[in-house]
Nanobody
Framework: QVQLVESGGGSVQAGGSLRLSCTAS????????MDWYRQGPGKQRELVAR???????NYADSVKGRFTISRGNAGNTVYLQMNSLKPEDTAVYYC?????????WGRGTQVTVSS
């Protein structure tokens, strides 16, 4: 069973930075991507950043130029570096792993940005 554990959330002022981490454990069959989603208060969950197995990345327009997704050397950890944070970035951030069989979700980590 694959498990995902996120860390690194917290509270920061606007303009600040945070780095989220997501570590996957368990047997992963044919990894396709590791992604970060977020769900703000009263909003639907949205894709923030995607890191495909070939190393290509995609970002939501709202975070382009501010957020960077990357993979750790061991390959089972994905990071989300968040710079120039805005109050509208406030959300629970979820890690998602997509394999050939199914996708897996972490429990989420809260990010709160105050103005």
């Amino acid at each position: 069973q694959v498990q995902l554990v996120e860390s690194g959330g917290g509270s920061v002022q606007a303009g600040g930075s945070l780095r989220l981490s997501c570590t996957a454990s368990g047997l992963i069959f044919r990894l396709k991507s590791m992604d970060w989603y977020r769900q703000g208060p009263g909003k639907q969950r949205e894709l923030v950043a995607r890191l495909d197995s070939d190393g290509s990345t995609n970002y939501a327009d709202s975070v382009k130029g501010r957020f960077t997704i990357s993979r750790g050397n061991a390959g089972n950890t994905v990071y989300l570096q968040m710079n120039s944070l805005k109050p509208e970035d406030t959300a629970v951030y979820y890690c998602n792993l997509l394999s050939a069989l199914r996708d897996y979700w972490g429990r989420g980590t809260q990010v709160t940005v105050s103005s």
